[in-house]
């Protein structure tokens, strides 16, 4: 099996070799001594970055995913997703995003199913993706925190202490962090940007269309959502 970047190395040559022949006319000037390295590594370059650009982030992520004999199962799908798997891929780690969601799948959702915390990580990264909420995982987790009433995540506003004590519970929601991060596909919740707990009955569940129910949660799209599709 070809390591990662050996994959992406075979991908940037197959591509490049679809580059219009604009290419090819640029680089056949590699024997006029008046054309600078500059100007002819800048064009090779370019058909390169053209290439990737065509090639989407999750594709991407999947390409660059280490393979199972290098540390755990290749998993795309969140159907793939077991118990058993999930304690077989390694210690998870990242940076401030991949903080940011392990946090709130501690705080949102360890008490669930692992169907239910995987669609609580869809629902935030479902509105990372959407236009009317912040572009990133820390800013969609920290919406309205500190406003009243204006907190998107019940944890970041009920005035407890933000205090990890399972640790063999956080290191598994790292890993499904890690998991979703990596460009998992997001099947539970078609589309899911809210969700509630069965005990609690807010308003705007009244309107938002209901796509699911998983454990104790319910799961919603905004009606807008609905329409765009």
């Known amino acids: 099996m070809l390591k990662p970047m050996k994959w992406v190395a075979a991908f940037i040559a ?6 219009p022949a604009v290419a ?24 390169e970055t053209n290439a990737l650009a065509a090639f989407g982030a999750r594709d991407m992520a999947r390409l660059t995913r280490m393979p199972s004999d290098q540390g755990g199962p290749v998993l795309e799908s969140v159907d793939d997703l077991t118990s058993t798997k999930l304690a077989a891929m ?24 692992l169907k239910g915390i995987l669609g609580v990580a869809e629902v935030i ?29 019940t944890y970041t506003c009920d005035g407890q202490p933000e205090t990890i004590t399972e640790m063999n519970a956080y290191k598994k929601l790292g890993k499904i962090a890690r998991f979703m ?4 596909e997001r099947e539970l919740t ?3 940007t809210h969700y509630h707990t069965k005990s609690v009955n807010p308003r705007w569940a009244r309107v938002f269309p209901r796509t699911t129910t998983i454990g104790y949660h319910h799961f919603y799209r905004e009606p807008s959502r609905v329409a765009q599709n």
């Open 14 to 19: 197959a591509s490049t070799l679809c580059v």
């Open 24 to 47: 090819d006319v640029t680089m056949g000037t590699s024997n006029n001594p008046t054309v600078s390295l500059n100007q002819r590594l800048g064009s090779l370059f370019g058909a």
């Open 90 to 113: 390694p210690p998870a780690s990242g940076g401030e995003q991949w903080s940011c969601l392990t946090e709130a799948l501690y705080f949102e959702a360890r008490g669930e199913s």
């Open 125 to 153: 990264l479902n509105r990372v993706d959407d236009k009317r909420y912040p572009g990133s995982v820390c800013d969609v987790v920290n919406q309205g925190t500190g406003e009243r009433y204006r907190c998107q995540f």
């Open 181 to 184: 991060l990596d460009g998992a």
């Open 190 to 192: 078609d589309g899911a």
